[in-house]
């Protein structure tokens, strides 16, 4: 019996009960019921593999071989009460049924089995291993035997299913342990390291979790709605032995529940319920079985469980499965940039890799080297170990001596899969020595001060580079961001925002390097790119292109001065509006292009410009405009007093007379906005939204509420557009959308208030009963009612403001409807019992903080 591995701290055993894998159900409820998470501790295995004179424990083993000697123990307690039976059992496939010479047992708590377990050899033939624990009773073992040796191939699938089940959650709690490490420790450097987790585990992350801020980061990389495991070739191919079977579709979804803050990892795995259908279907009134999942730990097996094990009939026989008898399949890992060239001069040297989760998430590749060729024949062997926080494999290169490989040497990964010898990808590394450093053509000019300027860097290698600090003309350090883009060339960020024109110094530090290698170079004052200017023939104001604009001071053409306006930046450069100083002169431009033109800077440099007049940007008069009421807005009862109100729900036409130019051509579009601009339609020939009256005027037809949206409001406004070039918006209205008045009646007594009825009511900001609005009834935000109390009309009508325009006072037209007052019991009205018992409550005076929707407010006196 080997030594027992340390026990697994406390915390560290909660955590993987927290973020169980939950697989499957067994039993009869199994095609109805949710999904049994495995979350119940199970006794131990030990296991142990010797091959020739080599023994690994079970953690180290992807595989088995004809002939292996398997050492198994069940580890169980000494106050274990309840006697188990072990049996291993080996399969021949499917459809072949094991002869009962495959059949290993032995008594756990008696005798030698229960001190020393037991060793079985892998006969020939074999291609499955399985393993149980069966409650002692009289024939169970022969019952067992008969269950395997009847349906064979259930078995084998079972061995499958539960094989691959381990290896998907291995790489799972390896991501898991990982993130919480990190979050823990350092949260800022989960943004840069779970990508790499991804990578290394093939986890599928959300990368909206890492554009939150640090703190909420790692609850969001663990919800398991966010993520799939992504399904891995390798550990299929591993797990299917010399047949085929469900493990190749085996995909693990995991899903959030809200029992933990941190999320809870619920991987189904759709085989595994087919698992828990086959044993379903062996359940008879004696025995049960259930699947066990192993997560190996050195020569231990820690086995946990999805259902509580019965030792009443029928009892539960647990069942675990072993590695597949077969050839070793070794990973696929690969370098993920076969072309990087890597530093052998830092002490902890990473070399990314990728294609092989198994090599992150289990212990079968072991003994990791990295073999480099030394200069004078000799292989340099250093110690590597996986680490897929970092993506890839660590190497300790502090026994390394670069004396002994030269400028540059080959190296490659080297170790054991399991028993078998295993050669992994090859990497060209290089180490610090003195190299010559020069900018890329074309980047001596790009020096920029005022702005971070990007250059380039190049030499034999940049590998070894570890750091770039910039130290311009008065002596200052500033640190530089770079990064790799070449083998030989890396590129620069040097902030040169507040700095200075003049001489400045590049300090370039590399892995081993004793003193930084000074690069000069020379910073520039940017005088400014121009790549035109242009107006339209009529217009004041005109765009001039290019870059660094923010140092421009004027521009003159053909005598005409223009100052700068607004500046934007797009991608690729600026423009800055530049207007004239006299209107008219500039208006009085002739269309020309090539025009030469003269720029003056802020340091008073004046630059020769390229500058064109274009043809005058089309032009139109408003003639005229007309509102046809819809239907609706007959009905709303409110009469619109400014004649540039506009119903939202009205047909709208408009004629329009061309002045450039001096006719309409088919192509010509009339673009309409409302409000911020955000509701827009165009209209043209072709929609039918312009019809022409004759070659210089056309009338434009819109209906808001279809065309621009039933939330459109605010200024309308129109221009037309030619040969894409737009004219200047005019002013065409108000849109405003029109609530529906449909009754006021009122008590006769004056000091109740009156019921408004209606739909929409929301659209109205404010009532009152006179013109001057002396006391108005303000409606609430967010009102919703069909009624509202409003003042006792004066004689009048009511008047409303509209939440689209309270500026404007508008006149209602509906007719009152009075209310009989009560009568008292000598059948005479009583008007002080009106106001007591009223449905109308007492008028309101002006807007208070009460909701107006119920219908029997009253309003503060």
């Known amino acids: 019996m080997g030594t027992k591995p340390p026990e697994q701290p406390l915390k560290d055993r909660m955590h993987l009960r927290n973020f169980p894998l939950i697989l499957a159900t067994i039993a009869a409820a199994v095609a109805n019921a949710d999904p049994a998470p495995f979350d119940l501790a199970g006794p131990t295995l030990e296991v142990k593999v010797t091959r020739g004179a080599?023994?690994?424990?079970?953690?180290?083993?992807?595989?088995?071989?004809?002939?292996?000697?398997?050492?198994?123990?069940?580890?169980?307690?000494?106050?274990?009460?309840?006697?188990?039976?072990?049996?291993?059992?080996?399969?021949?496939?499917?459809?072949?049924?094991?002869?009962?010479?495959?059949?290993?047992?032995?008594?756990?708590?008696?005798?030698?089995?229960?001190?020393?377990?037991?060793?079985?050899?892998?006969?020939?033939?074999?291609?499955?291993?399985?393993?149980?624990?069966?409650?002692?009773?009289?024939?169970?073992?022969?019952?067992?035997?008969?269950?395997?040796?009847?349906?064979?191939g259930a078995f084998v699938r079972t061995s499958q299913d539960l094989n691959q089940a381990a290896l998907d959650r291995a790489r799972l709690e390896r991501y898991l342990s990982a993130i919480r490490a990190l979050n823990d420790a350092d949260p800022s450097s989960l943004k840069e390291t779970a990508p790499l987790l991804a990578r290394s585990l093939a986890i599928k992350v959300d990368d909206k979790c890492l554009d939150r801020i640090p703190e909420?980061?790692?609850?969001?990389?663990?919800q398991g709605h966010e993520s799939l495991i992504l399904s891995d070739g390798h550990s299929t191919s591993i797990v299917e032995a010399l047949t085929s079977g469900p493990g190749s579709d085996l995909a693990m979804e995991a899903s959030y529940t809200p029992q933990l803050s941190y999320g809870y990892y619920s991987p189904y795995v759709a085989s595994i319920l087919d698992i828990a259908r086959i044993m379903d279907s062996f359940h008879t009134a004696q025995y049960q079985y259930i699947p066990a999942l192993a997560s190996p730990h050195g020569a231990e097996l820690a086995l946990t469980l999805n259902t509580a094990p019965s030792f009443h009939n029928p009892q539960s026989v647990l069942v675990v499965a072993l590695p597949a008898v077969e050839t070793a399949q070794p990973p696929p890992l690969h370098a993920v940039n076969p072309k990087e060239i890597y530093c052998a001069d830092r002490n902890a040297l990473v070399l990314p890799v990728d294609g092989a989760p198994l090599v992150f998430s289990t212990g079968y590749a072991h003994d990791i080297t990295l073999i480099v060729n030394g200069k004078d024949g000799k292989n340099l062997e250093l110690p590597a170990s996986a680490d897929a926080a970092r993506g890839?494999?660590?190497?300790?290169?502090?026994?390394?001596?670069?004396?002994?490989?030269?400028?540059?040497?080959?190296?490659?990964?080297?170790?054991?899969?399991?028993?078998?010898?295993?050669?992994?990808?090859?990497?060209?590394?290089?180490?610090?020595?003195?190299?010559?450093?020069?900018?890329?053509?074309?980047?001596?000019?790009?020096?920029?001060?005022?702005?971070?300027?990007?250059?380039?860097?190049?030499?034999?290698?940049?590998?070894?580079?570890?750091?770039?600090?910039l130290k311009d003309s008065a002596g200052k350090e500033l640190k530089a961001e770079w990064k790799t883009v070449k083998p030989n060339e890396l590129e620069v960020k040097?902030?040169?925002?507040?700095?200075?024109?003049?001489?400045?110094?590049?300090?370039?530090?590399?892995?081993?390097?004793?003193?930084?290698?000074?690069?000069?170079?020379?910073?520039?004052?940017?005088?400014a790119h121009f790549d035109g200017f242009a107006l339209h023939a009529g217009d004041a104001q005109g765009m001039l292109k290019g870059s660094r604009l923010d140092e421009v001071a004027g521009l003159s053409i053909r005598n005409v001065a223009f100052v700068p306006g607004e500046l934007t930046t797009h991608t690729g450069g600026d423009e800055l509006t530049m207007t004239a100083q006299d209107t008219p002169a500039a208006a009085a431009l002739k269309p020309e292009r090539n025009i030469g033109a003269k720029v003056t800077l802020k340091d008073g440099r004046v630059l020769p410009l390229i500058a064109a007049v274009d043809a005058p940007r089309p032009r139109v008069l408003l003639m005229g405009k007309?509102?046809?009421?819809?239907?609706?807005?007959?009905?709303?009862?409110?009469?619109?007093?400014?004649?540039?109100?506009?119903?939202?729900?009205?047909?709208?036409?408009?004629?329009?007379?061309?002045?450039?130019?001096?006719?309409?051509?088919?192509?010509?579009?009339?673009?309409?906005?409302?409000?911020?601009?955000?509701?827009?339609?165009?209209l043209n020939f072709a929609n039918g939204g312009i019809t022409l009256e004759n070659t210089q005027v056309a009338v434009a037809t819109l209906n808001p509420a279809k065309t621009l949206g039933p939330s459109a409001f605010g200024p309308v406004q129109f221009r037309v557009i030619a040969k894409g070039v737009a004219g200047d918006w005019q002013l065409l209205g108000n849109l405003v959308r029109?609530?529906?008045?449909?009754?006021?009646?009122?008590?006769?007594?004056?000091?109740?208030?009156?019921k408004l009825s209606g739909s929409n009511l929301f659209l109205i900001d404010s009532v009152a009963n006179n013109p001057q609005f002396d006391h108005p009834v303000q409606v609430p935000d967010g009102f919703l009612g069909i009624a509202l109390p409003v003042p006792h009309p004066n004689g009048g009508p009511l008047y409303v403001k509209l939440r689209d325009n309270p500026l404007v006072i508008n006149s209602t037209t509906l007719e009152t409807k009075m209310l009989p007052p009560p009568a008292d019991d000598s059948g005479r009205a009583s008007s002080r019992q009106s106001a007591v018992s009223s449905d109308n409550p007492p008028m309101p005076h002006h807007s208070d903080e009460s909701d107006p929707s119920s219908e029997g407010h009253h309003a503060n006196p």
């Open 54 to 152: 080599k023994t690994l424990p079970a953690a180290a083993v992807p595989n088995l071989s004809i002939g292996d000697r398997v050492w198994i123990k069940a580890d169980l307690p000494a106050t274990q009460s309840a006697h188990y039976l072990l049996v291993a059992a080996f399969l021949s496939g499917s459809t072949n049924p094991p002869p009962e010479t495959w059949f290993f047992s032995c008594k756990t708590w008696t005798g030698k089995c229960g001190r020393e377990g037991m060793t079985v050899t892998v006969p020939e033939g074999a291609q499955q291993v399985l393993v149980f624990l069966a409650p002692e009773t009289g024939g169970d073992y022969k019952t067992l035997v008969s269950a395997v040796r009847g349906r064979p």
């Open 216 to 222: 909420l980061q790692a609850p969001c990389l663990m």
């Open 392 to 469: 890839g494999y660590v190497v300790d290169t502090s026994a390394l001596h670069t004396e002994n490989i030269g400028d540059s040497a080959h190296a490659s990964l080297q170790g054991y899969w399991g028993f078998e010898r295993y050669r992994g990808p090859g990497f060209l590394l290089t180490n610090a020595h003195p190299t010559t450093w020069g900018l890329a053509p074309g980047d001596e000019d790009a020096l920029l001060v005022g702005r971070q300027s990007v250059v380039h860097l190049q030499a034999g290698s940049v590998a070894c580079v570890d750091g770039i600090m």
């Open 494 to 527: 040097l902030p040169l925002q507040a700095a200075t024109p003049g001489a400045m110094t590049l300090l370039v530090t590399e892995a081993g390097g004793k003193q930084p290698q000074p690069i000069p170079l020379q910073a520039y004052s940017d005088a």
């Open 626 to 682: 007309s509102v046809q009421s819809s239907p609706s807005g007959k009905d709303s009862n409110i009469q619109l007093t400014d004649p540039g109100e506009l119903p939202q729900d009205a047909t709208i036409s408009f004629a329009l007379r061309t002045q450039w130019p001096t006719a309409f051509a088919r192509d010509q579009a009339v673009e309409v906005t409302a409000g911020d601009e955000s509701s827009t339609i165009v």
């Open 738 to 754: 029109m609530p529906v008045l449909r009754d006021l009646t009122c008590p006769s007594t004056p000091e109740l208030a009156c």
